[in-house]
């Protein structure tokens, strides 16, 4: 597996982990009513968003290098 | 090593002229060396002094043990100047220094002996021969896995000689035990044990990567898979082995480490209670947790050091047979099923600890299945003498004594696999004969016919064939009295462990003799290795020197190097052409076609 | 014969040497981790009811700071980004910006070191405290007159060292009753209740330190380890940004091997930390 390869498998791992954590934001916000975990979940979302676009433009960016 | 390396140009001098553009002074050459048949070379002999030093202090046990509490004639005063009166008072052996010898004589015969021995040595000088590979892929990580390897031993040796002595809770070091062992001392013996456990694992990792990058990487043109050897096929999976199996034992041994000096509870229960008041840690650790990290190591383990020895008896067996091995592939896809199947099966080693009768369904289940693959590669290489015309050389009765021994100690082993039965015998001298038949006359007679085997390739003489032979016959005898009358104490319920001998329990009377008796008999197994040494040293200097750079007659290809082989290996990149054994083809000009010979 | 393969790929596996090789010390260290995330799962499982203050069931929850945490772990998502950046610079043959890139990447390492060390302090100077009328708090503790500090681990205090040093009182600013994640916040309890306790009224005093319970003994372990990883990789990247980067201009194709093989490392690295950050900080 490349580096190219493994950077994918990590932003997808890191992806889980924002969406993961804007679920436990928004989870909380629920039950506190706390605007800092409002902004929590707010926040993991948009870097959700954020680490698809990023994931997409890498692998347009680097079509020419081998997966493997 | 020098004397090996130096003294044996033999025929193939001329050849090896060729290769003049490596020419290192002593240091790089013979210590510090990248070249993987020295660094082989030097693993052996560490590994084989090891081999000696842990035997003798299983002599020392022995002699308390046949005679406990009694002065140990000659050894004794000059222990007791080396160690000081709190391990042996007026020649007798303390009931702490037989612990620690228990623990060291378990560790250095597992990790500093055999290991070294099996993967170290033999892995290092044959398997990069065998695939046609200049060298290892990685040659300086190679040196470094020596020399972690070496300081690690060097750990252990100095652990003897602190305040307090060496470890004395077991080559397994359970936890709580092994914590609080020895509380006066901060740093004691069990802190060295770590220590130099955590330099042997980095030693086996950096080893274990080095070996299977090269025989996936090194192999020459047309070796493929289903032509590498068996021996390559064994030290590839045993690489595996070490490769996933070592890191719980180090993340457990760092965790021990910094339970002991650090004063944390990962293995320390909450309430423990030492010398009648309780310990001031906060508790709440699992003794369990220890005992699964190092289970999940220690059962590969007895993998690591068997699988090895299968694959040099099994090239032994094809070259001295003069015929192929039967059920190659059998064979190999056993291998593998052994070295997955060995990574879920270590909880047959703790029934007694209260983890679960479903638990310990599912593992004696795993047991009775890994036993499967074990008899299919013992089988083929017991039909595989079906026909031949057997050459009854000293490496050839090693390799044969191993089959049977290696079938003693397996069958021994499912009874132990049995949850019922094992409740009865688990902590009994019936536990120590098995491993150790699977161990002693096992993997070390493994070991040894691959020492007379390859000798020839790495000096280019002969050892001798007379004392060989007293050296194979003494030991096979007295091995089996060592060890056989073990299982008879063992099912008289005779505890291990014990330093008195077992003559606490009432229950032992009718079979403390045969003390007395396994230890004359382990003396007598100590005196039929002296022909070894003797043969060992002086085949370098004055051994029959060999005629060609293929002595037995083999096919693999570590024998069309130039003997000993340069460094590079290979005078011209070897083309592989054919299978590992192909012995006696019907048609061929001679009863062995070598892999690298044209179709 | 030479080594073969210690540059070009293999053609039937595909991969050079070094490839193989990281891959398999990768799979080991996997391993490794794994052992220790076993661990904190038996330990945590096994842990007893009752022994933490304010603490309803067994486990020490909610102990860690979980927005330095989420701040650390986009450092190190930063860090493989342009680690990866780095990797693809040198392939397109530029090696200016693979420098930048490479020193954006060590920079973050030392900034999530220093982050690191900044939380350790955090917990190092935090107490959790016992009376023996049964009353538990956590907060921070003043002895003559002193806070006990990180980098002076002499005085990190428990209660036998209270009694061997014959202090007889100290000062505690106990912490305000904290609104767990979830919980709802009580407004009306008091922010910092400061008091004198007597030593002789205590139970059991001790730091945030991994001898006072199993839970900090794990995450000192586990976060100390990744720690001396991400050490480890910031020298290796480091040396390979400056002093051998020379092998650029002689062998170029090796060069970029050796990067992509640390980069492969450093990515594997920060995924622990992507593992370790919800399981040890928010679970």
């Known amino acids: 597996m490349s580096l190219k390869m493994f950077h994918v498998v990590f932003v997808l ?56 | 090593m020098a004397n090996a390396k130096t003294t044996s140009h033999g025929t193939s001098a001329d050849q090896a002229h060729d290769h003049h553009h490596y020419e290192p002074g002593f240091w790089s050459k013979y210590i510090f060396s990248t070249d993987h048949k020295v660094i082989g070379i030097q693993y052996g002999i560490t590994a084989l002094v090891f081999l000696l030093f842990g035997f003798i202090l299983m002599l020392l046990m022995r002699q308390q043990l046949a005679k406990p509490n009694q002065p140990i004639p000659v050894i004794g005063p000059i222990l007791e100047k080396v160690l000081g009166t709190d391990m042996v008072n007026s020649g007798v052996m303390q009931a702490d220094l037989y612990n620690a010898f228990g623990a060291m004589h378990g560790t250095i015969m597992v990790f500093l002996a055999i290991v070294p021995l099996a993967f170290g040595a033999f892995g290092n000088f044959v398997t990069p021969l065998q695939i046609g590979a200049p060298d290892m892929a990685f040659p ?19 652990s003897f000689f602190i305040p307090g002595g060496a470890a004395k809770s077991g080559w397994t070091s359970y936890s709580p035990l092994a914590s609080i062992a020895d509380m006066a001392h901060w740093v004691d013996g069990q802190t060295l044990w770590l220590i130099g456990m955590v330099l042997l694992i980095s030693s086996s990792l950096l080893g274990a990567v080095n070996f299977i990058t090269t025989i996936i990487q090194l192999r020459a043109r047309g070796m493929s898979w289903m032509r590498l050897p068996f021996f390559v096929w064994a030290q590839l999976v045993t690489g595996f082995l070490l490769l996933l199996a070592f890191p719980p034992l180090e993340a457990a041994g760092i965790m021990q480490l910094v339970d002991n000096l650090f004063g944390t509870s990962f293995f320390l229960p909450t309430g423990l209670v030492v010398n009648g008041s309780q310990l001031p840690v906060s508790g709440g650790g699992s003794p369990l947790l220890w005992q699964h990290l190092f289970w999940f190591l220690g059962h590969p383990e007895v993998y690591v050091l068997i699988l090895p020895a299968m694959g040099i008896v099994c090239e032994i067996i094809a070259n001295n047979t003069r015929k192929p091995i039967w059920g190659y592939r059998s064979l190999v896809y056993s291998v593998l099923c052994v070295g997955f199947l060995s990574f879920i099966v270590w909880a047959h080693h703790m029934y007694l600890t209260g983890m679960g009768t479903k638990i310990s369904t599912f ?8 036993s499967i693959p074990s008899v299919i590669i013992l089988t083929a290489l017991f039909i595989s003498l079906w026909g031949g015309s057997i050459r009854m050389n000293t490496p050839m009765l090693f390799a044969l004594a191993f089959l049977p021994m290696f079938g003693i100690g397996g069958l021994t082993g499912l009874p132990l696999g049995l949850n019922a039965t094992d409740i009865y015998l688990h902590d009994s001298y019936y536990v120590i004969g098995h491993f150790h038949y699977v161990v002693a006359p096992g993997t070390i007679f493994g070991l040894f016919a691959g020492i007379y085997y390859w000798f020839p390739k790495a000096t280019g003489r002969f050892m001798n064939e007379t004392l060989g032979k007293i050296h194979f016959w003494g030991s096979l005898l007295f091995m089996n009295l060592v060890f056989a009358p073990m299982f008879i104490q063992g099912m008289k319920g005779m505890s291990r462990r014990m330093y008195d001998g077992g003559a606490t329990y009432a229950g032992n009377a009718s079979v403390l003799g045969l003390n007395t008796f396994i230890s004359h008999a382990a003396i007598g197994l100590a005196v039929f290795q ?12 004055s051994g029959k020197k060999i005629s060609s750079d293929n ?17 590079g290996n290979f005078i011209k990149e070897p083309v592989v052409y054919r299978g590992p054994y192909e012995y006696s083809v019907p048609g061929a000009a001679k009863d062995f076609s070598p892999q690298d010979q044209q179709a | 014969m030479e080594i073969p393969y210690t540059v070009k790929p293999r053609p039937d596996t595909g991969l050079y040497n070094a490839k193989v090789g990281i891959w398999l010390f990768l799979a080991s260290e996997v391993i490794l981790f794994g052992a220790l995330f076993s661990a904190y799962i038996l330990l945590r499982v096994g842990a007893l009811d009752g022994v933490w203050p304010n603490i309803k069931n067994a486990w020490p929850h909610g102990l860690l700071n979980i927005p330095i945490g989420t701040f650390n772990t986009a450092v190190l998502i930063t860090s493989s980004v342009t680690v990866v950046f780095a990797w693809a610079a040198l392939k397109m043959n530029n090696f200016a910006r693979f420098r930048i890139c490479m020193v954006i990447t ?6 999530f070191l220093c982050i690191k060390s900044f939380e350790y302090n955090e917990k190092f100077t935090h107490y959790e405290l016992r009376l023996k009328s049964g009353k538990a708090y956590t907060g921070h503790i003043e002895v003559n007159g002193k806070h006990p500090g990180f980098w002076d681990f002499g005085s990190i205090y428990n209660l036998a060292r209270l009694e061997t040093d014959k202090v007889e009182k100290v000062k505690f600013t106990a912490d305000p009753p904290k609104a767990k994640p979830g ?25 945030f330190i991994p001898r006072n319970h199993t839970f900090f003994a794990i995450y000192f372990l586990i976060t100390a380890l990744h720690g001396f990883h991400v050490l480890g990789g910031a020298l290796v990247l480091a040396w390979f940004t400056f ?27 920060d995924l622990v930390w992507i593992f370790l950050f919800p399981i040890l900080y928010l679970l």
């Not at chain 1, 909380?28 to 975990?37: A, E, K, M, T």
């Not at chain 3, 060590?106 to 900034?111: E, K």
């Not at chain 3, 916040?185 to 001790?206: G, Y």
């Open chain 3, 243 to 269: 002093p051998g980067s020379k092998m650029w201009l002689t062998e170029p194709e090796r060069f970029i091997n050796r990067i992509e093989v640390g980069g492969l490392f450093w990515h594997f690295v």
């Open chain 2, 140 to 158: 300086r990580l190679n040196m470094a896995s020596y020399w972690f390897y070496f300081l690690g031993g060097v750990v252990m040796l100095s």
């Open chain 1, 13 to 68: 791992c890191s992806l889980a982990l924002t969406i993961g954590l804007s679920v436990w934001g928004f989870g909380n916000y629920q039950v506190s009513g706390r605007p800092v975990d409002l902004f929590y979940g707010i926040g993991s979302v948009i870097s959700s968003v954020a680490l698809v676009i990023y994931g997409w433009v890498f692998l347009k960016k680097l079509k020419h290098i081998s997966f493997l």
């Open chain 3, 183 to 207: 919980e709802k916040h009580d407004e009306s309890t008091p922010k910092h209740e400061v008091m004198e306790v007597a030593t002789s009224d205590i139970a059991h005093l001790d730091a």
């Open chain 3, 106 to 111: 060590i920079v973050c390492a030392l900034g």
């Open chain 2, 551 to 567: 002595p037995w007659e083999a096919t693999t290809l570590e024998w069309s190097t130039p003997t000993p082989p340069p460094h």
């Open chain 2, 530 to 541: 002296i022909p070894f040494i003797i043969n060992f040293f002086m085949s370098i200097r």
């Open chain 2, 363 to 370: 593992f004696q289940t795993t047991t009775m299945m890994i």
